[in-house]
């Protein structure tokens, strides 16, 4: 029975909980086999990869030459490494601020730990009508991750027009369960406005707490609030909650 309901979780796209049935498997005399196959797979679906890597090192020991061995290694041979995106924005505030961007960023995973190195910059054109301003900025930060939470956070260097201030962000996921997430962040950024660039620039640091479930295959539940403070004194709050549904 144990097997079943691991299968039948990790099948509905739950690894976190398959994960702690396949424990308990493994833990029968006769279910070392699949359930240290299985908390492979599931520890890296769910970015676990040190849980996964110690179930593939007993798993090799006992059980070597078995294609459920062979099947672990290869899901974890073709876990998550990293990424790199390149990104271009344009568009208007409500100041008559236009703001032109071009951003890469990037991380990449320490081996088999569950760490990594994030990295980004980027260049932006902050123009209104009298006048215009570039900034570039550049970020460094690292990302950790286990079964049921993960964090990112790095510092930012902004520089331009003969200014320069320092930003930063956090942000933590924690898993209640599969399809319950909790989010809180933190980040502090400058506003892009051309005349406070000319001046002193203008810091936003945001603050956000946010819930998300899922339930069944196609309805999703968000709920977020935002509470914003800047350096000029101004402060901003506010709340959404949306519904999807895919079919």
């Known amino acids: 029975h144990y097997r079943e309901f691991a299968n039948s979780l990790q099948r509905h796209s739950m690894p976190r909980e398959a ?49 459920l061995t062979a099947e672990a290694l290869q899901a974890y041979d073709n876990r998550y490494a990293g990424s790199a995106t390149f990104g271009f924005r344009t568009y208007n505030d409500y100041k008559g601020n236009h703001i032109t961007a071009w951003d890469h960023s990037g991380d990449q995973a320490f081996g088999a730990d569950n760490w990594a190195v994030l990295w ?29 939470w993960s964090s990112r956070v790095w510092v930012s260097d902004y520089r331009g027009a003969g200014q320069n201030t320092t930003g930063g962000h956090w942000d933590a996921d924690l898993f209640l369960r599969d399809f319950t997430k909790l989010n809180f962040a933190l980040a502090k950024q400058p506003v892009w406005d051309a005349q406070a660039w000319k001046n002193e620039p203008i810091m936003a640091l945001t603050r956000t707490v946010s819930l998300s479930h899922r339930v069944g295959y196609g309805d999703f539940y968000d709920f977020s609030y935002t509470l914003d403070g800047y350096s000029d004194g101004n402060r901003f709050y506010g709340w959404s909650a949306n519904y999807s549904h895919n079919v």
């Open 19 to 67: 994960y702690g049935i396949y424990r308990q498997l493994a833990a029968l005399p006769d279910g070392a086999l699949y359930g240290l196959a299985g908390q492979v797979k599931t520890a890296v679906a769910a970015g676990d990869y040190r849980a996964a890597k110690s179930a593939l090192v007993d798993l090799q020991t006992r059980f070597p030459t078995h294609t």
């Open 120 to 148: 980004g910059s980027a260049s932006n054109r902050v123009s209104d009508d009298a006048d215009h301003v570039r900034v570039h900025d550049s970020r460094v930060g690292v990302a950790a991750r286990e079964r049921w």
